[in-house]
């Protein structure tokens, strides 16, 4: 089975992330700032707590290259384990865009067809699912209610079990062990029942935009079902091992790694500030081991890599080196970052595990000693990841000269950046330190930075 051009390990990025690793390069003013704001995430505790916190691993691509690699803060704060770029985090909702790429290589090698109706693959739904596509499930116009909800609903937990979690002292990270002592953790296979038990959907499938985990989760057991083995395994085969991704997995029920493996050496503890007990370690719940919606885990150094094949991906559109894979790149972007129109007709800013937005704008820029107004596009995709302390997030932007008509876009007036920010504190304003970041590269004005519009 081929692979989409994006996952060919032939063409390398402009730069070699493995040396990032010997030598990382460090911007000055984002240190300052993460190191200040790391600080006073336990300032409040004792003046000497202010270092010992809970912290973050930061990536900065400005075009083609790394422009700032670094981490902060403490991986384990019982042992005093600082973060480094082998630290392994929980993405949480990130794990959505790895799903879909998972879908849109069985698209291409014409295994799947996204217009597919959810009733081909699960004889056993409801009527409704006659009426919702593969499409339906990457964009959330499903309309199919999250399956935490009907968790909740159910009566079977407690309303709180999840704020509980998150004020209980717990070391399941980084051992990620199963507990079937203090209950049955719940998997995929449960979530697919909870879902066929709801036999009418809210609205009509295909009419509004409704975020919902339930989708992913569906689209996992697709991918399952029509290769013949778990996401787990077909993500490694055919996108991690090949962009070299080594430490990248999706954690399921069958996982299980010994002590001194690096799934369990070098990930993590996540960490909640409770009041008047400082940051407690959180881990457990019996929905950990769901997967589809969250439960990749990763590090810096491998999101690195992924934003690397991302910006080639996307600079192929006007790179004539890349001229020969254009079909099969247009293809994937396309996948990844076009909105679409329900039967609504309204228009769903969110594509295949990415938050979409497309600005356009005028400047007056100097030319050769004279002032001229000049056209400018810009594209920005991104997403947030959250589950108990995790904090993830992921931002992309690029702007540009319009051309005129009939010309191509002048590379030279082509400018991408891209951020990537991994935390194990549940405080860490994720959002707003990217912002901030991108404003180091591309200022704070909204017309200039259209990662300053992210939200």
């Known amino acids: 089975m081929g692979l989409p051009s994006i996952y060919t390990t032939k063409r390398q990025c402009a730069f070699d992330v493995l040396k990032l690793r010997e030598k990382a390069p460090i911007e000055p003013q984002i240190d300052s700032l993460i190191n200040r704001y790391i600080h006073s995430l336990g300032s409040y505790l004792h003046p000497k707590a202010g270092d010992l916190v809970p912290g973050a691993a930061v990536m900065v691509r400005k075009n083609n290259e790394v422009v700032h690699l670094n981490c902060y803060g403490y991986a384990n704060l019982e042992t005093k384990k600082e973060i480094t770029t082998d630290t392994l985090f929980d993405l949480g909702s990130l794990s959505k865009q790895f799903t ?13 067809k996204r217009k597919a109706k959810l009733s081909k693959f699960f004889a056993d739904f409801p009527r409704y699912s006659e009426h919702v596509t593969v499409d339906d499930l990457i964009h959330h116009t499903s309309a199919i209610p999250e399956y935490i909800d009907i968790h909740d609903a159910s009566r079977e937990v407690d309303e709180d079990w999840y704020p509980k979690a998150m004020k209980k002292s717990d070391d399941w990270y980084p051992q990620m062990a199963k507990r079937s002592e203090e209950g049955k953790e719940i998997t995929n296979k449960d979530v697919l029942g909870w879902i066929a038990s709801q036999r009418l959907l809210p609205r009509k499938p295909n009419t509004e935009f409704n975020y919902s985990n339930s989708g992913y989760v569906l689209l996992a057991e697709l991918v399952e079902k029509v290769a013949g083995e778990p996401l787990a395994a077909y993500l490694k085969k055919r996108i991690f091992d090949p962009l070299e991704m080594n430490s990248t997995y999706v954690f399921d029920e069958t996982s ?31 929905l950990n081991f ?35 894979d254009e079909e099969a790149d247009n293809k994937v972007r396309d996948f990844l970052w076009s909105s679409i129109q329900t039967k609504s ?26 002032r001229v107004t000049r056209k400018y596009e810009s594209h920005g995709e991104y997403h947030r990841g959250e589950w108990l302390g995790w904090r993830s997030y992921i931002a992309r932007g690029a702007r540009w000269v319009v051309p005129k008509r009939g010309k191509d876009i002048d ?13 194990n504190c549940n405080q860490f304003n994720i959002d707003f ?23």
């Not at 690096?262 to 503890?269: I, M």
């Not at 497309?358 to 004279?370: A, P």
């Not at 330190?433 to 200022?443: D, H, R, Y």
Request: proline content about 3%; overall charge neutral; some cysteine.
């Open 100 to 112: 879909a790429i998972a879908v849109l290589n069985l698209v291409i090698s014409k295994e799947l």
């Open 411 to 423: 590379p030279d007036t082509w400018e991408s950046l891209g951020i990537v920010v991994l935390s």
């Open 345 to 370: 007709r309204r228009r769903i800013n969110y594509g295949a595990g990415w938050n979409l937005l497309r600005h356009e704008y005028e400047k007056t820029v100097e030319e050769n000693g004279k």
């Open 433 to 455: 330190k990217v912002q901030q970041i991108s404003e180091v590269f591309w200022g704070s004005l909204k017309k200039d930075n259209i990662i300053m519009r992210f939200y």
């Open 290 to 324: 769901v997967y589809g919606d969250g439960n990749v885990q990763s590090n810096i150094v491998d999101l690195a890599k992924w934003d690397a094949h991302l910006h080639r991906l996307d600079h192929a559109s006007i790179c004539s080196r890349y001229k020969e």
């Open 256 to 286: 299980a790694f010994a002590e001194d493996a690096p799934e369990v050496v070098n990930h993590a503890r996540c960490y909640n500030r409770v009041s008047g007990e400082g940051f407690v370690p959180v881990g457990y719940t019996p």
